[in-house]
């Protein structure tokens, strides 16, 4: 039927099923069928992503390396620890692309198989502190009081410290080794180093959202706290850890390197990038390719993670349409 002083004379009808009063809407019109979806938040954030010509450089770089560190036993031209005394210091040709070391041993060989290192360290330390600090920051943030204080004391009184001051304490302390072992203490090192990063970041995170009005729902359904911290506040504070993760990869491989060029990190003859730096440094007048091309895959490595996380982090920041 038309509604009186309804000049375009829509027939609507009644429809049912309303606790208090009938509405009344024009006959055809289902309602929400014209509404377009809104476009999932993983999916802007993918979008985004791919619009990202800074972050696809990341990506590229970050794959790039990936793929040198899985195949190196292939792409190395020659073993990275075998030494030649009558090739020392050879310059840059077909057999040595990258030249060789005081000792004769390919550098294009250790380059690729320092990135083994490199990638390991970096990676294997962020989530070691991740895992540690992930759970201390729900815990401090979701409970508080003497928890809270006792956790960020403590988080306190190791960020008292500069990260590469506090590194090499470390070292010190577990004495430097080669091998697999040597590898393992410098990535304990650098991820004791980093653990109050992500308690810290995690902890403000949860102290906004252990407010919302859903998680007050979650209490009233009956829910255990251990229950609500996995289901529901610890998903909505992964974009920030994704992002600190990736960033933190790079500043980890920077300390690797730095350690190692101090002599407290990876040790002869595991390839390693710093220490290849520190052992070449005293001929970069006569053979100036020996310290720049281990500078250079520092430099490559840590500007593609750069990269990807100013561009994960653009991607996943909400304010962003």
Not at 135 to 147: D, H, K, V
Not at 187 to 199: C, F, L, M
Not at 234 to 251: D, E, K, R, S, Y
């Amino acid at each position: 039927m038309a509604q009186p002083g309804d000049p375009s004379g829509t027939t609507v009808r009644p429809i049912s099923g309303g606790s208090v009063r009938e509405v009344d809407l024009p006959v055809g019109v289902a309602p929400g069928r014209g509404a377009a979806r809104s476009e999932a938040p993983l999916a802007q954030a993918v979008r985004r992503l791919r619009k990202s010509t800074t972050a696809l450089v990341g990506v590229g770089i970050v794959l790039v390396l990936l793929f040198v560190a899985a195949f190196a036993d292939v792409l190395a031209p020659q073993s990275p620890i075998a030494s030649d005394q009558n090739t020392m210091f050879a310059r840059p040709s077909l057999d040595h692309p990258l030249g060789t070391d005081q000792l004769g041993r390919d550098m294009l060989s250790r380059i690729i198989h320092g990135s083994r290192i490199s990638l390991a360290v970096g990676v294997s330390s962020v989530l070691l502190a991740l895992f540690a600090g992930v759970p201390l920051g729900l815990i401090a943030g979701f409970y508080g009081g003497r928890i809270d204080s006792l956790i960020m004391r403590a988080m306190d009184l190791i960020l008292a410290f500069p990260i590469y001051l506090l590194a090499i304490i470390l070292m010190i302390i577990f004495t430097p080794t080669a091998g697999l072992i040597g590898t393992i203490k410098v990535v304990g090192a650098i991820a004791i180093v980093r653990i109050p990063i992500y308690a810290r970041l995690v902890r403000g995170s949860v102290l906004s959202i252990k407010e919302k009005e859903y998680i007050e729902s979650c209490r009233a359904l009956g829910q255990t706290d251990p229950v609500i911290l996995a289901r529901h506040v610890l998903p909505n504070c992964l974009a920030p850890i994704i992002v600190t993760t990736t960033l933190g990869i790079a500043t980890s491989i920077i300390v690797e390197a730095t350690l190692s060029f101090l002599g407290l990190g990876t040790q002869p003859p595991t390839p390693s990038w710093g220490w290849d730096l520190k052992a070449n440094v005293s001929f970069i007048q006569s053979n100036a390719w020996l310290s720049l091309c281990p500078g250079l895959a520092i430099f490559v490595t840590v500007l593609g993670f750069n990269l990807f996380g100013d561009g994960l982090r653009d991607a996943l920041d909400p304010r962003l349409k």
